[in-house]
C-alpha cells in the first residue's frame, strides 16, 4: 500500500526533528520543570535476553556460543533482579535542555559496581545516596538507588524526584519485545518541530529556485510540494514511532516491528483508519509453493493520487518530445502513431491513479531447471491497455523485421483475454535458455479492469491457476501489503546448478524446520499501523549452516 510506505521513508524526519532537539538541549543546560518523555527505551530481563539468545543460537546450530555467553555474563547479572526489565528515557524539560536517565533493576548495587570497578572506576559517595562513577573520564555517571532500581544519569541535577514506578514509563515495551525504542513525536516541542519544518521549506525553496528550466521547476514545485506536505503532516501529527524487536520462541520466529500511530483526531488519523484487511480481487498471487509472492492493497490518499498524477504528466511531457527527437522513427506517420501508443498507456496509467485505488501482486515460481514469474493488478481500462498494446506491436512489427510477433485474443480464462508471444533467446547463455526456455513464453492478459503479465515456463498455465486461486479467495480478507520468501525452492533451485557446500548446508539445514520464510508485512493496529520484518526458524538455521560452512571451508 502506497500511502504506508510514504509514511515510512517520513519517519526519517522526525528522527531528524528528534536529533536537533536533543543537539539544541545539549548547547544550553537549564533546569526547569519536567517535562513528557521524548525518547523511551526498553530492555527486557536479564533472563528473558539470554533465554533468547540461547534459542537463537541453538537454532543456527552454534549452542556452545550461547552457553558460553550465558556463562559469561553470569558475574555481572548476579547482582541484578533478573525478572525485571531495563529501561532509558529522555525528556525535554524545555526547548535548551535534555534530561537523560537510565534506570537498571537492582538486588545488590554495591556488588554490581565491585564487578564493574575495572570498567568504571571505584565510585565516589556524594553524600544523600548519590554516588559517582567514571569521575577520571571526561563523562562521569551519577547513580542512585531508590527501591530496587538503581537510577544513572550524566548529572547530578537529575536524581532529583525520580519515579517511584518507571516500568509504567515504558508503556508495555518490555512485555512486548525483548528491545525496543520509541520516539514520542508529539513531546517534540513545538518550537522545535516548527524550526525543523521551516528548514525543510527552505531547502526545498532553494533547490527549485536552482532549476534553470522553468517548465522543470514547476513540475518540481508541484510535486516535491505535495510531499512535503506529507512530510509536514507526518511531523505534526505523527503521536509516536516505535522500533521493537522480539524473539518468538514459541512461535519459532524472530521479527522486527516498525510501528507508527498518528495523534487522535488529526487528519493522518483518518487516513490511518482506512488501511485495514479487506478482500482482494488478485489474492490467487499468494501461491503456497512460490519461491517469492507479494501483494499489496488498499486506497490511495489525495495526496498521492496528487503527486502521482503530476509525475505521469511530466514523463507525458518528457515522452512527447523523446518521440519527436528520436532518429529510429523515420517518418511524421511513424511519430505520431508511437505517441498516440504512448498517449493511451499514459491514460490508462492516469485514469488508473485517479481512480485511488491499488490491488496488485507477483509471484515467482521455481524448481529445479525452470522458472515462472507472474505479475498483475488493478487498472482503470484494461481494454483500451489491450488496444494500445496491439498497436504498439504493430509497430515494432514494422520496425523490426526479427519481431517474434504476437497472437492476440488466444484465449480466455476468468474473463482475462490472453495475449502470447515467443521470444527467440539465441545470444543467451544455454543456462538462461534452459531455465527460461527457447523461446521463451510470453502472455499479457487483460481483463475489464485488470491488465497481467506472465513469462518463463508454462506461463500459461501459471496464469491460470493466479486466476483460479483468485476467484476462490476472493472474499477472503488480506493484510494490506505482504512480500514474502521462501528460502527452500530458492536453494534447491540454486543447489540443481551449484555444488557450493554453503548453500548444499543451508539447504540441508532448512529442510529440518517449518517455517523457511523471511516476510514482510503491513498490518492495521490502533491509529496506526506495524510494518513487520519476521525471519522463521528455518532462515536462522540456514544462515547458521551456511556460516559453519564457511567456517570449515
Known sequence: MRTIWKRCGAILA???LA?????ASLAQPAYGQEGKPVLVASLAS????????LYLTEAAGVGDFGRFAAL???PFTASLDKARPTGVYATLVDESDVRVLSFVPVKDLKMLLMTLEQQIGKPQDLGGGVLRVAGDRPQAMYIKEANGWAFVANRQEDLKDLPKDPIAILDGLDKKYTMAVRLNVRNVPVVLREMAISELRRGFQDRVAQELQEKQAEMMRKAGGTLLKSVVQFVEETDHVTVGWEVDKAGKRTYLDVNVTAQEGTDLAEQMASIQHSTSAFAGFLLPDAALTLHAHGQSSEADIEQVATMLAQLREQAMQGIDRDGKLANKDERQTAKTVVNELLDVADATVKAGKMDLGAALLVQPGSLGFVAGGFVADGEKLADAVKKLAGLAARKDPNFPGMSFDAETHEGVTFHTAKIPLRKAN??????????MELVIGTGKQSVYVAFGKEPSRLLKSVLDASAADSDKKLPPSQLRVSLSPILTFVAATDSNPQVLAALEAVKQANNDAVSVTALP?????????????GVIKAIGAAGKSAQQR
Open 430 to 439: 544455454e543456462q538462461v535458455r534452459t531455465i527460461l526456455g527457447d523461446p
Open 525 to 537: 493496529i490502533q491509529d496506526g499501523f506495524t510494518v513487520r520484518l519476521e525471519l522463521g526458524e
Open 46 to 53: 536479564s533472563d528473558e535476553i539470554l533465554s533468547d539468545i
Open 19 to 23: 536529533a536537533a532537539a536533543v543537539g
Open 72 to 74: 559469561m555474563a553470569s
Open 14 to 16: 522526525s528522527v531528524t
